[in-house]
């Protein structure tokens, strides 16, 4: 990834996280998009969810520094976690994923551009993209 975008991603992440609601406006859109995703999460305990997805979040910036170390490295327990082997989330719930933290994005970045939210669907496509190439044989 390149450096530009790995800044004005990092830029614009701190701060939606200076909004203490970034993320419960992230899940209450993600749980909202489907009825799947709201039996998905029925049982989570979302104030562990909140900080589990703040890491990983970082894991992913690391992930895309690192091109050589790979996603493996990062986001190896992520990708096994969501995969068939083990919550089986459903391949098809991505998009809803991305749109809902793009529009959560949006609503929180007081500085938000076009340029940002590209910046975003770029990094979250390192996470995405690796996630669904373990999804079926992690
Ligand atoms: C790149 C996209 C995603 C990221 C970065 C992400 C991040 C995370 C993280 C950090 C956890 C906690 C893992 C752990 O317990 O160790 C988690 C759990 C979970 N994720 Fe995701 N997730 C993504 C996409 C999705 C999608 C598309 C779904 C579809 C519904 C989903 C559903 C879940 C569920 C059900 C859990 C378990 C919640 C619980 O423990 O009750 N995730 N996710």
């Excluded at 790979?70 to 919550?87: F, I, M, Q, V």
């Excluded at 076009?114 to 390192?126: D, F, L, P, R, S």
Aim: charged fraction near 30%.
């Amino acid at each position: 990834m390149d450096e530009k975008t790995i800044q004005i991603f990092e830029q614009s992440l701190r701060r939606c996280d200076a909004n203490p609601e970034f993320l419960d406006i992230f899940y209450d859109r993600f749980l909202a998009s489907s009825p799947k995703v709201k039996e998905r999460f029925a049982k989570t305990d979302f104030h562990r969810q909140k900080r589990l997805l703040r890491a990983s979040f970082y894991l992913i910036l690391l992930a895309s520094e690192d091109p050589d170390g790979g996603p493996e490295r990062y986001l190896g327990h992520l990708a096994t976690r969501h995969s068939t082997k083990d919550l089986d989330v459903g391949a098809e719930l991505y998009d809803l994923w991305l749109d809902s933290l793009l529009e959560s994005v949006k609503e929180c970045d007081p500085e938000y551009t076009e340029e940002v939210e590209h910046a975003w669907e770029a990094m979250m496509g390192v996470g995405i993209d690796f996630l669904l190439s373990r999804y079926h044989h992690s």
